[in-house]
Each structure stands twice: as C-alpha cells, then as structure tokens.
C-alpha cells in the first residue's frame, strides 16, 4: 500500500481565483492520478500524471483550467484555474501500486473545495 | 467503452447479518476489478480486488465474487458491523491504468 496526504483538506474559494492542491506519498511511484468526486457521486478521472512527461487528460478536462504538475515521484500539484460554482468538488489524488493481485491505486483523503 | 452500474443504491442490513453488494459491468474484456469503501469525509479506502482469471477471492470478512458469464460482481461482508456503514463503489479496469468507477452503494447497518 501507500500512504497519501494532501493538502489543504478543504478550502473556502472565491470565484475567479485558482487554488493548487498538492499531494505527497510516501514511496516513489509511476502513475499517479487525479479524480474529481462531485457532492454524491462516484469519481471521475481528470488526468493520469506521470513523472517527466506531460498529464495525459481525460474528455472534458482541459489543461489550462487544471494545470498539474510532477516534479518527482513523490509529489504532484493540481490546480483548479478561474474557479466557479460548479468546481465545487472533492478532488483526489492516487497512486498506483503494485499489489498480489494487480495494480491496485491508493487514495488519499480528498481535498473538499467549496466555491462561492 | 466500459460502464459499471450498481444493483442498488442503498443497502440496509441488521448488525450482524452478511452483506451482499452487487455490481454489473459492460466490457467483457475487462479484466481487474476492486472494491473501494468510502466513509463519509474520507477518500476512497482499497477493500479487495480480483482478477479476470480468477473466480473468487476472501480477505478477512469479506470475499469478491465475479461471475465473468453475466458481467457481475458482488462484494459479500460477514458478520456486518457499524463501521462498515459507507458507500462502497466497484472499480473496473481494462488492459489500462484507468479505472471506471460504478455509482456506488450506501450500506447502513443498523442495530
């Protein structure tokens, strides 16, 4: 397994102003990701980001509205650009690990963003 | 393209009793499988997973069922407990790191 952190746990944003998320875990990995998880649902992936290469984004997410970054196997950012309403989500980070079975991801704990 | 559906949304058992949730995929290709639990405030916490060429799989109290003939997986719990009160979500993947996650279903567990 790996352990995941992420910060910052929630936040309060204003429309129009961006917001970057970072997730860090505790071993160096490949593949890490990027969901979304609107209030009720199930996830969606925004992107797979993987060291030295740029963020391979899935239909409907744009890189200018969510940058990320990957600067090591360690770390990434993901930046909610030009916020409204609608951004309002849980956004996730996970890593992918091998496991006894298969490449099992690992979430962290969710960054809850509220936008007003 | 894959999609992942769930029997039902909400499933409400008496502590103690065994937990079935059930969930049914598209892709006869798709070959890995996992379930996640996801308590409230929390991100979604790895269960179990289970490979195409695989049937069955237990882990402590709980064991994944897939039956590859009629696209279906399950999730049983035994002996249901408080703490396992939480949305459980299927996750499905094909030849790909992608997972396509099912809707999810909320457990309650009452006493």
């Known amino acids: 397994s790996a352990v995941i952190s992420q910060k910052p746990s929630r936040d309060i944003c204003q429309r129009g102003t961006s917001l970057t998320i970072q997730c860090q875990v505790d071993?160096?990995?490949?593949?890490m990701f990027w969901y979304r998880q609107q209030p009720g649902q199930s996830l969606t992936l925004i992107a797979t980001?993987?060291?030295?290469?740029?963020?391979?984004?899935e239909s409907g997410f744009v890189i200018d509205k969510f940058p990320i970054s990957r600067p090591n196997l360690t770390f990434s950012t993901l930046t909610v650009s030009n916020m409204s309403p609608e951004d309002s989500s849980i956004y996730l980070c996970?890593?992918?690990?091998?496991?006894?079975?298969?490449?099992?991801?690992?979430f962290g704990p969710g960054t809850r963003l509220l936008v007003l | 393209g894959e999609s992942v559906g769930l029997h039902l949304p909400t499933l409400s058992v008496q502590e103690g009793d065994n937990s079935i949730i059930n969930c049914a995929y598209s892709n006869s290709a798709s070959d890995y499988f996992i379930w996640y639990k996801q308590e409230s405030g929390k991100g979604p916490q790895f269960i179990i997973d289970i490979r195409s060429n695989m049937d069955k799989r237990q882990g402590q109290r709980v064991t994944v069922l897939l039956n590859k003939t009629v696209k279906h997986l399950s999730l049983q719990i035994a002996a249901t407990q408080p703490g396992d009160s939480a949305v459980y979500f299927c996750a499905v993947s094909y030849n790909t790191d992608k997972l396509i996650f099912g809707t999810g279903t909320r457990l309650q567990v009452f006493p």
């Open positions: 071993s160096q990995v490949t593949m």
């Open positions: 980001a993987n060291q030295g290469s740029e963020a391979t984004y």
């Open positions: 996970s890593v992918e690990v091998e496991g006894r079975v298969g490449e099992t991801q690992y």
